[in-house]
């Protein structure tokens, strides 16, 4: 059996928190921009910490496990 939780939860993650696809956090203009399709450094940095944290909460922290076969 393996364990797919850490692929699915990696792959929704990244989808839902690309900088510039639902909001950038911080913005170019603003302090946060939503469906804006542009990023900087920053919104990149600050999304790749909002993605790490959630995605350790999520397989470590809750201990989430998808089986199949």
Do not use: C
Not at 13 to 35: A, D, N, T, W
Not at 38 to 52: M, Q, S, Y
Not at 57 to 67: C, G, K, N, R, W
Request: charged content about 10%.
């Amino acid at each position: 059996m393996s364990d797919w939780a850490p692929v699915l939860v990696g792959v929704v993650l990244f989808l839902f928190l690309q900088p510039g696809l639902l909001f950038s956090f911080p913005g170019k203009g603003k302090q946060i921009e939503f469906s804006r399709m542009k990023t900087n450094g920053k919104a990149i940095f600050i999304h790749t910490l909002i993605f790490f944290a959630l995605f350790s909460i999520l397989i470590l922290a809750l201990h989430l496990h998808i089986y199949t076969g």
